[in-house]
């Protein structure tokens, strides 16, 4: 039969779907003893769908006064980063801090 659905939701890496396996054979699942069973179950994922990117606000500038750098956490709403959106938003940038 076809295939059911993914068991996982939205970037939340791998599942699995199932499908039902019958033998067609008047006689049932004896007529089909000289062939593989097909598999009725196997692993499936929903990449791309629906993953973003999550950042922390910026980290104060880590220059008390003039040219620093400043720093953010960013993450994949899904457990593999693959599955998000490229490219990965920046994790530090330069800043200027007028603070004496």
């Known amino acids: ?3 059911g659905s993914c068991s996982t939701g939205s970037c939340e890496g791998l599942g699995t779907r199932v ?3 019958t033998c067609p054979a008047l006689i049932g ?6 062939y593989r069973r097909p ?5 499936c994922s929903v990449a791309g769908k629906d ?3 999550y950042l922390s606000d910026w980290s104060p500038c ?4 003039g040219w620093g750098d400043r720093t953010r956490t960013v993450t994949c709403s899904s457990v593999d980063e693959s599955e998000c ?14 603070d004496a």
């Not at 699942?29 to 000289?34: D, I, K, L, P």
């Not at 598999?39 to 692993?43: H, K, L, P, Q, S």
């Not at 880590?62 to 006064?65: F, L």
Request: charged share 20%; aromatic share 8%; hydrophobic share 30%.
């Open 1 to 3: 039969g076809p295939w």
């Open 62 to 65: 880590d220059n008390g006064c």
């Open 85 to 98: 959106v490229l490219p990965k938003p920046s994790i530090s940038e330069l800043c200027y801090n007028l």
């Open 29 to 34: 699942e004896a007529g089909c003893s000289n």
């Open 19 to 21: 499908r039902e396996v």
């Open 51 to 53: 993953c973003a990117w």
């Open 39 to 43: 598999t009725a179950i196997e692993n």
